[in-house]
Structures are given as C-alpha cells and as structure tokens.
Nanobody, 121 residues
C-alpha cells in the first residue's frame, strides 16, 4: 500500500504562483512514477506532469514552461511549482503513484484525496 497526501492548494490571482506538495508513504520502493492530475468542474481528469524513478519529467502542453515537477527523496515528497497561473488552471489537483507489486506481478495506481486550486481575481 502507498499513501499520498496533497497540500498547498488555495486561492491565487491570475499571474500568481503556488507550490503543491505530495507526501508519499508506505511501500515506496514499489513506486515507479508519480504524477499530478487535475480535474475542473464538468471536465475529465487530465494529467499535468509526471516524474519517473530516474528523475525524468514530462508535462502537458498546457503547462509547459509554467509548471515544474520535482522530487525530494529525503522527504518522500513530490512538488509541483506552478507559476504564471491562469483562471483555466482552476481545478482539484491530485497526486497519483504508479507502483509495481512484485508478489502479484501487477501494476497498481494509488491516488491522493486532492487539493483545490482556484485562480481568480
């Protein structure tokens, strides 16, 4: 089992910044990658950014150049630095861990509870 707890959401004006954190615990050796997703009202959940076990990163085109994902292994935390925020970035942001369970030879996804980000003047 892997547990994920997000924090750092809030209300910010357009052009502002926020830093989200995702603290992970449990069977962390099984984690291959951690990603940030978001879901706006009435829309499907979409991937925002991801970071692999080797530190490789990827971003959705809509946030490229504005968001940065990073991993602090000492603190078991993945951060999402969000700059130049736009109203369309408003959503609930979720952290997801992709794990491989050797005993069952299965891939498993774990999700956090989400944190609300609202970009508005």
């Amino acid at each position: 089992q892997v547990r994920l707890v997000e924090s750092g959401g809030g209300l910010v004006p357009p052009g502002g910044s926020l830093r989200l954190s995702c603290v992970f615990s449990g069977d962390i050796d099984s984690i291959n990658a951690i990603s940030w997703y978001r879901q706006a009202p009435g829309r499907q959940r979409e991937v925002v950014a991801g970071i692999g076990h080797d530190g490789s990163t990827s971003y959705a085109r809509s946030v490229q150049g504005r968001f940065t994902i990073s991993r602090d292994n000492a603190e078991n935390t993945v951060h999402l630095q969000m700059n130049s925020l736009k109203p369309e970035d408003t959503a609930v942001y979720y952290c997801k861990a992709d794990s491989y369970i050797v005993a069952t030879m299965r891939d498993v996804e774990y999700w956090g509870q989400g944190t609300q980000v609202t970009v508005s003047s």
